[in-house]
């Protein structure tokens, strides 16, 4: 067999192969990461946010896309994860049960500053039930961005 003729006819087969594959890929439904970044302890901004998330959820549902998001606070905007204090538990549970594929981080950094500061344990400062642990919210934050998620910060 001719080496020139096989040459081309393998070089055929791997560009027919790889326009396949790139026209499934532009057929799949493309997929979103989004985080948000939560660090004022300002009840309208903790609103602001979550409508945000609503907001992206519904677009990406209503354009057969998908998404996954994290709210990340931390520091002054930890408090929105607090059982006690959080002016905005309502509208999390709220937000949570419509879709439950959004994970609400909360910096355990910024609760055991906030338990020195009132003299308390880290385990006398409660939190949400959809709240999720993570160390650091900055850390979370840059690890999600090193993932390639996009980041808003609110």
Request: glycine share 4%; with cysteine; charged share 20%.
């Amino acid at each position: 067999m001719n080496r020139r003729f096989l040459s081309r006819s393998v070089a055929g087969l791997v560009l027919a192969v790889t326009a396949a594959r790139g026209a499934k890929a532009a057929e799949a439904p493309k997929a979103h990461r989004i985080s948000f970044h939560i660090v004022s302890p300002d009840p309208m901004m903790m609103n602001v946010a979550l409508h945000n998330i609503a907001a992206a959820a519904e677009y990406y549902a209503a354009h057969n896309q998908t998404v996954a998001i994290e709210l990340v606070a931390n520091g002054p905007g930890y408090v929105m994860m607090r059982a006690d204090k959080s002016p905005v538990a309502a509208l999390i549970a709220e937000t949570h049960a419509k879709y439950p594929f959004v994970v609400f981080s909360a910096c355990q950094n910024s609760r055991k500053a906030i338990a020195k500061a009132e003299g308390k344990a880290m385990a006398d400062i409660p939190e949400l039930p959809e709240a999720t642990d993570v160390p650091a919210g900055v850390v979370r934050l840059a690890e999600l961005q090193e993932q390639g998620w996009s980041y808003i910060r609110v």
